[in-house]
C-alpha cells in the first residue's frame, strides 16, 4: 500500500510528491530535517525536535514553513492516515525552489515535504544484544549543530563501518570522539556517564538531552566532556542515543570488546527509564 506524504500544503499518495528539480535542497542540500519517533500513534519529544527545527532554520536565516501548532496538526494526520502504530515522523525543509545561485534567494516559499516510516523501535534486537562499532576520522564541516540534510560522511561512515563488519562508526576528531554517524556517543566509567560537551562540533541531540535528564535525576553523575576511543576501549560500558535507538549499547570499539562484549547495566536501565519517560510524555 502506497504511502501519504505531505508536500506543500497537499496530503498526496507517494508516487505523486513531487519537488521542483531547482529546490535548493537538491541542488545545495540547502535544507534542515527533524526525525520523530512515534509510539501507539503518538510523537515522542515533539516540543524538543520544534525547538532545534526553529534553531536549524533560525542558524541558515531560513524562512519556517508553518507554526509549531500547524506541524504538530501535519505530522498527527500523517501518521493517523497511514495507520502507524510505531516508526517515525521524516520532516524536511528546504529553502524553495530558484535560479541557480550561491547567494540565498530572496521571496522565495520555503519547501516542507513529510513522510511516516514504519518501524519497530521498542523490540530491538540491537538493543539487546549491542552493536559493534568502528572509529573514523570526522570529516564533516563545521558546523554539526545545525540539522542539516548534507549526510553524504555520515553515509560514508556507515559504509566504511558495513565494510569492516560492524554496526557503526564513531567519528574522531584532534583525538577525541565527536558522535555516531547518526547519534551520540556516550561511555561509563566507574557509574559515571561521559559525553562529550555541546558545541558545534556535535549535534545536540533531543534524546541526549532527556537521557542526561533521567540520568541525574536518577542520581547518576554525568560528566559532559570529550573521550578518546583508548578512553572508552577501556571504559565498563558504551552506549549511543537518538530519536529511533533510544538508547543503545556498544559492545566493541574497532574490535575491542567493552565490558566483556555484553551490554551493561546502565545502559539497560537508561533505556528503560527513557522509553517509559517518552511514552508517558508522548502528544
Ligand atoms: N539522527 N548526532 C547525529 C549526527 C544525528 O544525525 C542524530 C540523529 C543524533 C541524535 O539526535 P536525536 O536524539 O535528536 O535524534 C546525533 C537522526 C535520527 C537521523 O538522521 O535519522
Known sequence: MSRIVYVNGAYVPEEEAKVSVFDRGFLFADGVYEVTSVLE????????????????????????????????????????????????????????????????????????????????????????????????PDERWGRRDI???????????????????????WMVEEGFVTEGTSNNAYIVKGGRIITRHLGNEILHGITRAAVLRLAREAQMEVEERPFTIEEAQGADEAFITSATTF?????????????????????????????????????
Do not use: C, W
Open 41 to 136: 500513534g503518538r510523537l515522542l519529544d515533539f516540543e524538543g525536535h520544534m525547538r532545534r527545527l526553529r534553531r536549524s532554520l533560525a542558524e541558515l536565516d531560513m524562512a519556517a514553513p508553518a507554526s509549531d501548532e500547524e506541524l504538530l496538526e501535519i505530522h498527527r494526520e500523517l501518521v493517523r492516515r497511514n495507520g502507524v502504530e510505531e516508526g517515525l515522523v521524516y520532516l524536511q525543509v528546504t529553502r524553495g525552489a530558484a535560479d541557480r545561485d550561491f547567494v540565498y534567494p530572496a521571496g522565495v516559499a520555503p519547501t516542507l515535504v513529510m513522510f511516516t516510516q514504519e518501524k519497530q523501535i521498542v523490540e530491538s534486537p540491537a538493543a539487546e544484544r549491542g552493536i559493534r562499532v568502528i572509529s573514523i
Open 147 to 169: 540539522k542539516t540534510v548534507q549526510l553524504l560522511y555520515p553515509s560514508m561512515g556507515k559504509m566504511m563501518a558495513k565494510a569492516a563488519g560492524a554496526d557503526d562508526a
Open 247 to 283: 538508547v543503545q549499547p556498544v559492545v566493541a570499539i574497532d574490535d575491542v570488546e567493552i565490558g566483556g562484549g555484553r551490554p551493561g547495566p546502565i545502559a539497560r536501565r537508561l533505556r528503560e527509564i527513557y522509553v517509559e519517560e517518552a511514552r508517558r510524555n508522548a502528544v
